[in-house]
């Protein structure tokens, strides 16, 4: 496609599991980064990819959460351990080298919801 | 500190009126970037414009237009003769040169409701 693509777009998952929330960036884009969106908070920064650099994880709430990101395209952001605190939309976005600052194209979001 | 505030939570105006949404940032750089984007309905985020803390000069594009003032630090946003699909929750954001690219302060965003 020719969007940012998102996977599961809705989860549903009990207190203590563990789940994967997928990112395919838009072709050629080099820089990945997830948010996360939730009432209370609003739009959160979470992680940012650049290329082969090192990710900057200064957004990750705790150690529960993790991402990496494979080959330079797809991205899975994990939480360990879920808590109801947790629930929110997971947002990806992405961006092209050369692009312009902070234009960043996103995806739908996969809406995560721990009971 | 860092911080955006969109102080106007909802806003809902008829087809063809005008409005502005409020957007005040606080930072301690020199040099920083700001930003609206707008998600309809559907959730993605769409970028709409951004601005360096470097130039004042106001912009416009079709019916939308945007105001930056450095002095009251303020970077506020007007739709001219709203219509119907401009419906969405709009964001302002902010980026500080020192932060990595994308790692943007958002505001809790303003949703518009524009009334046939």
């Known amino acids: 496609g020719a969007g940012v693509s998102q996977s599961p777009s809705n989860k549903v998952t009990e207190k203590g599991k563990d789940v994967e929330l997928r990112c395919d960036p838009i072709?050629?884009?080099?820089?990945l980064y997830w948010y996360r969106q939730s009432l209370g908070q609003g739009l959160e920064f979470l992680i940012y990819f650049q290329g082969n650099s090192a990710p900057d994880k200064s957004g990750l709430p705790s150690d529960r959460f993790s991402a990496e990101r494979t080959g330079g395209s797809v991205s899975t952001l994990t939480i360990q351990r879920t808590q109801q605190e947790d629930s929110a939309v997971y947002l990806c976005?992405?961006?092209?080298?050369?692009?312009?600052?902070?234009?960043?194209?996103f995806g739908e979001g996969s809406r995560l919801t721990v009971l | 500190a860092q911080k955006v505030t969109q102080a106007q939570t909802e806003i809902s105006v008829v087809e063809k009126e005008d409005v502005t949404l409020d957007c005040v940032y606080e930072t301690r750089d020199t040099t920083y970037y700001l930003f609206w984007y707008k998600q309809p309905p559907s959730g993605e985020l769409v970028f709409l414009i951004r601005r360096n803390s470097f130039d004042e000069q106001n912009e416009i594009s079709g019916r939308y237009s945007w105001n930056f003032q450095k002095s009251t630090s303020s970077f506020n946003f007007t739709i001219t003769a709203s219509q119907v699909v401009d419906s969405a929750v709009y964001f302002c954001?902010?980026?500080?040169?020192?932060?990595?690219?994308?790692?943007?302060?958002f505001g809790k965003g303003t949703k518009l409701s524009v009334k046939p």
């Open positions: 976005a992405s961006s092209s080298w050369g692009s312009d600052f902070g234009e960043l194209f």
């Open positions: 072709s050629g884009h080099t820089a």
């Open positions: 954001a902010l980026s500080e040169a020192g932060r990595s690219q994308g790692n943007l302060i």
